[in-house]
């Protein structure tokens, strides 16, 4: 080992869904929306004046934070804006999770929580689920550096209630609760309205599900006027310049048209009932979720050789080799004849 070896940090990286370069194929592994972003994004993107990218964007995401501010009625001081709801889960983690309790998250969520400890050096402990991989709000009571979870959680998409998320808030007014809300817009409630009352919740969305531009990478959070304080000194210690003018001026533009988002979110809800429904005839089992997946498992079938199958039939979804969940499958809601396609295969594989 060369000396230099040793100073080096080593870390054992998150592996995001694959990317297939195939062309004909039914890409349900990463969740994301299978209808286009509105179309102001297309208008926007065309008015774009090419000579505005000669200068640096706006650090303070200006454009875009009013534009979210008018849309969900917060104050612009209470939003931070990032590339993506990872950048700005990241800096969440870099700023607020600095104690030496450990941090709580669920043994099965998002795999990316505990990526960022490991990076960013933070204690942790995963706090199991229980046999119907729902959260139990009483196992939060205990010392703790602060706590995150995604509502509705993935890959489980099992919704936690507002009242089970105060309960969480109540016994841990000391510490910082964020809740990732990534999925939220397909059939959860809020904890949005809670960040009056708490001075410790911090919600975090994204622009990559319900507004079809994973590919753009906005996310944003919403919290008082102290924490998103925090949030930016962090940040302007880090990259001033996160966030490129396309993406700050597509993003207002797309985040204005909540018209648009109400007929692609109804029309993925409307596709996950009529899936649900066909995936529980053939003999599935999976909790009701609230997000744009399925998380399911069958007694008689192997996940890993399904998960073979259906890759060869170029169909693509998600299989975690980890404890607990190695017989589930996680399946993107996808059109109706993507949905039709990939039914039609399992009547046939059973
Ligand atoms: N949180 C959760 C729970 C997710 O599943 C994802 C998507 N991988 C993200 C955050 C990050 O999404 P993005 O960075 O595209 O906003």
Not at 127 to 139: K, N, Q, S, T, Y
Not at 338 to 348: D, G, W, Y
Request: hydrophobic share 40%; aromatic share 12%; with cysteine.
């Amino acid at each position: 080992m060369k000396n230099w070896e040793k100073n080096v940090r080593k870390v054992v990286p998150y592996v995001p869904g694959e990317q297939p370069k195939e062309d004909h194929l039914i890409k349900l592994n990463t969740n994301e929306n299978p209808y286009p972003p509105s179309p102001k994004a297309e208008q926007c993107l065309r008015e774009l004046e090419i000579s505005a990218f000669r200068k640096y964007p706006d650090p303070e995401c200006r454009e875009l934070i009013q534009a979210i501010s008018r849309a969900y009625g917060v104050p612009e001081s209470r939003i931070f804006a990032g590339v993506g709801s990872d950048d700005v889960l990241a800096m969440l983690f870099l700023t607020f999770f600095h104690g030496t309790a450990p941090i709580l998250f669920p043994d099965i969520t998002y795999s990316f929580y505990d990526v960022w400890a490991e990076l960013l050096r933070i204690p942790y402990e995963t706090v199991p689920l229980d046999e119907e991989f729902a959260i139990r709000p009483g196992d939060y009571q205990r010392e703790n550096g602060g706590i995150i979870f995604p509502n509705p959680n993935a890959p489980t998409g099992r919704l936690l209630s507002l009242d089970l998320i105060k309960e969480i808030l109540d016994a841990n007014s000391d510490s910082i609760v964020i809740v990732d809300e990534a999925y939220i817009d397909f059939g959860g409630e809020s904890a949005l309205p809670l960040i009056d009352q708490y001075e410790n919740l911090i919600v975090v969305r994204t622009f990559s599900k319900s507004y079809s531009m994973a590919g753009m990478r906005i996310g944003y959070a919403f919290g008082q006027e102290h924490l998103i304080s925090y949030l930016n000194d962090v940040k302007f210690s880090f990259n001033s310049y996160t966030m490129n003018l396309p993406a700050l001026k597509i993003g207002a533009a797309v985040i204005s048209d909540q018209e648009y988002l109400s007929m692609t979110k109804n029309k993925i809800i409307k596709t996950r009932e009529w899936f649900s429904k066909e995936m529980r005839a053939l003999g599935f089992s999976f909790s009701e979720s609230a997000s744009n997946f399925l998380f399911v498992t069958h007694e008689k079938v192997d996940a890993k050789e399904l998960f073979e199958a259906l890759k060869k039939a170029h169909i693509y979804v998600r299989h975690f080799r980890k404890p607990r969940i190695d017989q589930y499958l996680r399946i993107t809601i996808g059109t109706d004849e993507e949905m039709q396609t990939l039914v039609a295969f399992l009547k046939e594989y059973l």
